[in-house]
């Protein structure tokens, strides 16, 4: 696909554009599949897949947002206490769809691909120094739990395995309940998605929410811009693994059997590892090039210089009021 002032071209309108050029022509001249390859390869021409939603996301809203909202909210707030949360779906058991085979191999029948899902809301503050995350399934109580005392991480449990505003509810309670243990205050940048309401009555002393203006957190949501794609890249690592393991076995372990050998508690533990795996110099490269970083890093220069400022201001008040009250002073002066 090829991808020039906003518009979207494809293999179907390329070669239509060609038809109508020979007809404009009038060249006898019908592109096929290998004549559309080879002017691909002419041009340097390859098809690109979309990512994300920044194309469509409200860039002036985003802009306003960070440049005038954003430091008023940073004010009395540690880079540690600057938390993010977003949900992302999934696939845990997720098996590759195809092969590497030499040619002339005879093509090689797949199997059943597994699409079991879970939800995990993840948190993690400015500095990358605290990472958490919720899990949300849809057994309230696997199997592979009995006899377990300590998950990997807080597990849900609900029929679709999403986040809904009660287990939110239940989650900011819970973290509200950790900020007040440890003394702190901070506050918490999320979507504004219908999930994310806290119920009525709920009150959260240590943490202040603030949303995000609708249709921009593609562009100015830490954990959007490179924090998720991370640890899903480093949790397909640990299935890329398993894969391997089950090849060298003696005899070779089908992958349909490997995919079902993680169960939701084995895929807890392999979270637990790719997520920290995800390095703290990585957490503040997504809060920077979501703009939260750079105004934090602002505010509290400013900070420093106001409150050296203020300091000075008030030794150089104290100095002259002793002076004027210092008759010897004065009396020097006079002579």
């Not at 696909?1 to 109508?20: E, L």
């Not at 943490?207 to 100015?220: A, H, Q, R, V």
């Not at 509290?300 to 008040?317: C, D, E, G, V």
Request: glycine letters at 4%; aromatic letters at 8%.
């Amino acid at each position: 696909m090829v991808y020039a002032h906003g518009d979207t071209i494809t293999d179907h309108v390329i070669r239509q554009k060609a038809s109508q050029l020979a007809v404009n022509l009038e060249v006898d001249f019908e592109p096929s599949n290998g004549w559309l390859m080879r002017w691909k390869q002419a041009n340097n021409v390859s098809f690109i897949k979309f990512h994300g939603e920044s194309t469509s996301a409200d860039h002036g809203s985003a802009n306003e947002w960070v440049t005038n909202v954003l430091p008023q909210l940073f004010r009395g707030y540690d880079p540690k206490d600057v938390w993010n949360c977003d949900e992302t779906g999934i696939f845990y058991k997720a098996m590759p769809s195809g092969s590497l085979r030499f040619a002339g191999d005879e093509q090689s029948n797949g199997t059943k691909v597994p699409k079991d899902r879970r939800t995990k809301l993840q948190f993690t503050n400015m500095d990358g120094s605290e990472k958490q995350t919720v899990v949300v399934g849809k057994s309230a109580k696997p199997r592979c739990f009995k006899n377990v005392k300590t998950l990997p991480f807080s597990y849900f449990a609900n029929r679709k395995a999403r986040m809904t505003s009660q287990l939110f509810t239940d989650v900011m309670k819970t973290l509200d309940r950790k900020m007040i243990a440890q003394n702190r205050k901070i506050i918490l940048f999320l979507d504004n998605a219908t999930c994310h309401n806290l119920l009525p009555g709920t009150n959260l002393s240590n943490i202040k929410l603030s949303f995000m203006p609708p249709n921009t957190t593609s562009l100015i949501q830490p954990l959007d811009q490179g924090i998720i794609r991370s640890f899903k890249a480093y949790y397909r690592r640990e299935l890329v693994r398993m894969q391997i393991a089950a090849i060298d076995a003696t005899p070779p372990v089908p992958l349909s059997e490997v995919a079902k050998q993680i169960t939701v508690l084995k895929a807890m533990h392999m979270m637990k590892r790719a997520l920290f795996m995800v390095k703290p110099s990585a957490i503040q490269n997504c809060f920077k090039k979501a703009g939260l970083l750079n105004h934090r890093l602002k505010w509290k220069k400013y900070s420093t210089k106001m409150i050296k400022f203020l300091h000075h201001r008030a030794w150089s008040k104290q100095i002259l009021t002793n002076l004027s009250a210092s008759t010897t002073v004065h009396n020097v002066m006079e002579n």
